[in-house]
């Protein structure tokens, strides 16, 4: 039957459970969810909205369900596994022990996330979220695909093609829409596009890349430097991954998505997309094939939310279905 003074031990331990444990718990999921005023759960939002557009890479989908279940279903685990080993322990000095183990392995996994040595002045996940921002907002699955671009945008196939295809060259067919010189993603014109001074629309940029082009061609290191932008380290390990990366010139986080900067290309088929009714902007959601969606208003309580992710997460349904939308949902597990 074990000794009173254990089972008057477990009580103690349980009830402080009952007292931080769970009510931490549930915030932590609550802040998971996205609906706190905190930054954390902002950007959680965010996080969540370029998921479910499918614009996120493999690393960061990664990334996302690691830290997700880190922050939720690792902490309810360990305190899970933490309660059946106390009440399988009889001696005092065992149980309070196992207690503590289960309290260091906590707070270890949480005073590594929130060590600062690797970003003292918080740069990378202010660059971390400026990248949420541009991929929720540019849909780069949709500028990927010609063909989506234009159900998206209600532009006839037809017109996006002849935009690219002069008449002289005779009349294009639709199939052409795949060929590369219909993609906004063209890395080759990037880079022609981003040094046409005629393309820019501020003087001074012009100005800065005529003077680069002079620098480089008279070998004028510190002009160089000071008209043409390259990649900041942002810290220490910053700098000494730098040094073993096969392309430091391609390391900026400020400096992604350069392959759509293909300014010539965005002038053909800028205005092609009809105009939309006059619309109220705060009740719409999105716009598909040029039609509006607007907001379900009767979507659920936020309460509602928070429970049934706790209950998705911890009963391991959420994992199930992550598995098989990352195999099954279009994109597959390596798109």
């Known amino acids: 039957d074990g000794k009173v003074s254990g089972k008057i031990m477990i009580f103690t331990i349980l009830c402080l ?117 541009a991929q929720a907002t540019l849909r780069l699955r949709v500028l990927e695909s010609p063909k989506t671009f234009c159900h998206v945008y209600g532009i006839p196939v037809e017109d996006y093609v002849n935009a690219f295809y002069p008449e002289k060259e005779g009349k294009a067919s639709p199939s052409n829409i795949h060929s590369q010189r219909c993609k906004l993603s063209d890395p080759a014109v990037a880079a022609r596009d981003d040094q046409d001074v005629n393309l820019w629309t501020n003087p001074e940029d012009a100005l800065s890349i005529a003077c680069a082009k002079y620098a480089v061609k008279h070998d004028n290191d510190d002009a160089v430097w000071q008209f043409q932008k390259f990649p900041s380290p942002f810290s220490l390990y910053d700098s000494l991954l730098n040094t073993v990366r096969p392309w430091p010139s391609q390391a900026g986080v400020f400096d992604k998505f350069r392959e759509f900067r293909t300014w010539s290309k965005w002038d053909k088929i800028l205005y092609l997309a009809p105009v939309p009714h006059t619309i109220s902007l705060s009740k719409v959601d999105s716009i598909q094939g040029g039609k509006v969606k607007h907001f379900n208003t009767k979507k659920p309580s936020g309460l509602y939310l928070l429970f049934d992710d706790i209950f998705d997460v911890l009963s391991l349904y959420r994992i199930v279905e992550d598995i098989k939308r990352e195999m099954t949902h279009g994109r597959g597990l390596w798109y």
């Open 17 to 133: 459970y009952w007292t931080t444990v769970i009510p931490e718990s549930v915030l932590r999921f609550y802040r998971t969810v996205g609906d706190a005023s905190s930054a954390y759960s902002r950007l959680n939002s965010l996080r969540g909205a370029v998921w479910r557009q499918k614009d996120d890479t493999l690393l960061q989908r990664i990334g996302y369900k690691a830290d997700r279940y880190m922050n939720t279903a690792f902490p309810a685990l360990l305190y899970a596994i933490m309660i059946f080993v106390l009440f399988n322990t009889e001696e005092v000095l065992d149980i309070l022990l196992n207690a503590l183990a289960a309290e260091f392995v906590h707070f270890l996994d949480e005073e590594i996330a929130a060590s600062g040595w690797y970003d003292p002045d918080s740069r990378w996940i202010a660059a971390g979220a400026f990248e949420l921002v």
